[in-house]
């Protein structure tokens, strides 16, 4: 894990991957085409999918196929392309067996105040992506971050995601970004979840795909470190957060431009 976290320390990097863990087959097909971006663009690829989405809007929306399961599926990943891997956890008792395979617990922006659950990360061998709440500032982050950093556990990242504005809908303070870097960790910018909708397609999120590059692009000028991506091969298919998420096929271009534009 230093290893990788030493390599991501200073950016630029990707974590990237469908929302949740729909099939072995779907895993796979992303798993190999970020193999291959990681080879040809040279920097630090990370595979994210959740085994468990317990924050759906409607209780008939699909979850994933639970922790045991879904922990065998992102091993394969890993033993199939020798990505590093993310997953996110919502109960402490998940992280310990979710440490054994992955390599960075990520924290969901509405429970990163859960003190239960950042020790339990924290207590770990993982790094722990601590994803910054709808409700909070970017300076507000510290504390989050003070509860993983009491553990010992000092492989911390922070990531960016908007805020609430109104209902229904969340804008990004791109001052965020510098605000928590002044912690000394890595950040993040959620392209993804930025562009979201909570709520406000009948009973499950929408969102604007169209302006995720655009988030990215911009956190760049605020000088983040790395950038969170959700793709698929065919989004309008999704069983979780399908409006947010970027083609597969356009995700090459997103970051040729991601790293060639000054």
């Given at each position: 894990m230093k290893d990788l976290y030493q390599k991501i320390k200073y950016g630029p990097f990707i974590i990237a991957g469908p929302c949740v863990i729909e099939s072995q087959t779907l895993l796979l097909q992303v798993g190999e085409e970020l193999a291959r971006l990681q080879q040809k663009f040279g920097i630090p690829v990370i595979f994210k999918s959740s085994f468990d989405k317990a924050n759906r809007t409607s209780i008939s929306s699909f979850r994933g196929p639970g922790?045991?399961?879904?922990?065998?599926?992102?091993?394969?990943?890993?033993?199939?392309?020798?990505?590093?891997?993310?997953?996110?956890?919502?109960?402490?008792?998940?992280?310990?067996?979710?440490?054994?395979?992955?390599?960075?617990?990520?924290?969901?922006?509405?429970?990163?105040?859960?003190?239960?659950?950042?020790?339990?990360?924290?207590?770990?061998?993982?790094?722990?992506n601590i994803k910054k709440a709808q409700f909070l500032g970017g300076e507000d982050m510290k504390y989050p971050a003070q509860k993983v950093a009491s553990t010992g556990n000092e492989q911390l990242m922070l990531t960016e995601r908007g805020n609430m504005f109104g209902y229904q809908n969340l804008v990004v303070d791109f001052r965020n970004i510098p605000l928590m870097k002044e912690f000394g960790y890595p950040v993040v910018m959620d392209c993804t979840h930025s562009v979201q909708r909570p709520g406000a397609a009948g009973g499950k999120t929408g969102g604007d795909r169209q302006f995720v590059p655009s988030m990215a692009y911009a956190a760049k000028a605020f000088g983040v470190n790395g950038y969170f991506f959700e793709v698929h091969p065919d989004p309008t298919s999704a069983k979780s957060d399908g409006p947010n998420m970027l083609y597969l096929k356009d995700f090459e271009q997103v970051i040729y431009r991601l790293l060639a534009e000054n």
């Open positions: 922790l045991e399961k879904g922990l065998e599926m992102l091993q394969k990943v890993k033993d199939e392309f020798a990505l590093p891997i993310t997953t996110d956890i919502h109960e402490a008792h998940q992280a310990l067996p979710a440490a054994e395979v992955v390599d960075i617990l990520q924290i969901p922006a509405f429970l990163c105040r859960q003190t239960d659950l950042l020790l339990a990360a924290g207590n770990t061998d993982a790094i722990v």
